[in-house]
């Protein structure tokens, strides 16, 4: 946990080292699909929708995100997963990020890294649509009722509707 939080740290000092006229605050949800690259067993789904909760601060062409994920029976268990990302570009991004699994209750002992790609997209004034492609990765997770540490490297695709605040 204490290397989530300076991470976390380090990512919100290097996005906001000068106050920027045209910097932007943005608020939204959205849906994700994941799926897990590996097949992990029968008794397991390797595949799932997520919710998320997303705020975005855009500084010219450096952005940060911070996301709450909720994945409901993941690996039958319900987890969530706050994240935060260093994003670079403007309607077209990329960027990676940080994240940790908190599954009933417990949290991981090590976080997932994340590689990010998307699009963002004004619809409407001060409203955004955000179709991105995520791919986690973590050394292993420890799961309680096998005792053992597997790789559960996972592709996320989905949408967030954002408004600038």
């Known amino acids: 946990m204490t290397m989530f939080r300076t991470v976390l740290v380090l990512l919100l000092v290097l996005?906001?080292?000068?106050a920027n006229a045209s910097a932007e605050h943005r608020l939204g949800g959205?849906?994700?699909?994941?799926v897990m690259l590996d097949d992990l067993d029968e008794d397991f789904d390797d595949n799932g929708l997520s919710y998320l909760v997303s705020?975005?601060?855009?500084?010219g062409l450096i952005g940060v995100e911070l996301?709450?994920?909720l994945l409901p029976d993941r690996l039958d268990e319900t987890?969530?997963?706050p994240q935060a990302y260093?994003?670079?570009g403007k309607g077209i991004y990329g960027g990676a990020g940080i994240g940790i699994i908190n599954s009933?209750?417990?949290?991981?002992d090590k976080p997932f890294f994340a590689l990010k790609a998307g699009v963002n997209l004004e619809v409407l004034p001060s409203t955004f649509v955000d179709i991105s492609a995520n791919y986690r990765f973590s050394d292993e997770e420890d799961l309680d009722d096998?005792?053992?540490d597997i790789d559960t490297d996972t592709v996320f695709l989905g949408a967030a509707f954002r408004f600038a605040l």
Request: proline share 3%; aromatic share 22%; charged share 15%.
């Open 15 to 18: 996005a906001f080292p000068v």
């Open 30 to 34: 959205g849906v994700n699909y994941w």
């Open 55 to 59: 705020y975005q601060y855009w500084a």
């Open 67 to 69: 996301d709450v994920e």
């Open 79 to 81: 987890a969530i997963a």
């Open 86 to 88: 260093l994003l670079v």
């Open 104 to 108: 009933d209750g417990d949290f991981a």
């Open 146 to 148: 096998n005792n053992k």
